[in-house]
């Protein structure tokens, strides 16, 4: 059977999937636990991405390499930086971009030396079925989340986004910054810390990569506000949701 990688950046993420896994084994490598087990009849293998590019490209290598996932699903919250991508938004990445790689003006500015580019591309099917379980519990997610967290996080009709998702080793907390990166990408709809590295290392493997995010903060002066209780009250939820649902209404495919 097929097996999948989850790459969870949160802990809570990671837990409520782990809770669904019951028979889920804990190996150690490189300082990581990879728990392998089953969701909803899928071989799979959850872990902990750890934070920043260089944490995340090694939990990916392992996952790649030593326990040889066929595709690889990374959740996690990002700040928002299209003018309509609202805290409570989800966003699926259609490509990935390291905004603070720059070897010019010997490459490109943004183009990972020696790769000749420096966009990837998720993988388009598993990108699909990622956004429609989305937009799934998001129609529904008060059922989800319940009143009291909607009105605590303003949550108003949020919304599935597909598009440019930036990455780089820097936590994006002043409206100057993003407005900088929003001028240097029009078409960046959220910023993070990984998923650029994840799938230049799911580029090197030749392994689809699908990327997801809750929107946790705006980026901005205000972004480090109820971070840890947004990701508990809503971003775990949503994960589990989604995941969950994607899972349910996916065979399991012959590896
Ligand atoms: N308190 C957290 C630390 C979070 S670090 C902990 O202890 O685990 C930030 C995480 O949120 C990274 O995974 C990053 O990808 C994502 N993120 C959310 N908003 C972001 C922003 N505005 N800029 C950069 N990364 C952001």
Redesign the pocket.
């Known amino acids: 059977m097929a097996v999948i990688g989850i790459m969870s950046?949160?802990?809570e993420e990671l837990a409520a999937v782990l809770a669904h896994m019951p028979d889920e084994q804990r190996v150690s490598v490189a300082g990581r636990d990879f728990f392998v087990g089953h969701w909803h009849g899928h071989a799979l293998v959850a872990v902990l991405?750890r934070?920043g590019k260089v944490a995340a490209a090694t939990t990916a290598t392992v996952l790649l390499e030593r326990f040889g996932v066929d595709q690889l699903v990374f959740t996690?919250?990002?700040?928002g930086l299209g003018a309509d991508v609202r805290v409570g938004d989800v966003v699926v990445a259609t490509k990935c971009v390291q905004h603070d790689m720059d070897a010019s003006p010997l490459f490109a500015p943004h183009e990972v030396p020696l790769y000749g580019r420096a966009f990837f591309d998720t993988d388009l099917p598993l990108s699909v079925q990622l956004a429609q379980a989305s937009e799934a519990v998001l129609q529904h997610a008060e059922q989800h989340l319940g009143q009291a967290a909607m009105a605590e996080f303003a949550l108003k009709a949020p919304q599935v986004h597909q598009g440019l998702v930036l990455?780089?080793d820097?936590?994006?907390?002043t409206s100057a910054e993003?407005q900088a990166l929003r001028q240097r990408f029009p078409a960046a709809m959220a910023?993070?810390?990984?998923?650029a590295a994840v799938a230049q290392v799911c580029f090197d493997f030749g392994v689809p990569f699908a990327a997801l995010r809750t929107i946790?903060?705006r980026?901005d002066d205000t972004?480090h506000a109820d971070?840890?209780q947004f990701i508990g009250a809503v971003a775990s939820r949503y994960s589990l949701a989604i995941l969950s649902g994607w899972l349910g209404q996916t065979r399991p495919v012959k590896a």
Request: overall charge negative; glycine content about 14%.
């Open positions: 950046a949160m802990h991405s934070i996690g919250v990002a700040g990455s780089g820097r936590f994006v907390s993003s910023v993070e810390m990984e998923g946790s903060d980026a972004a971070f840890n």
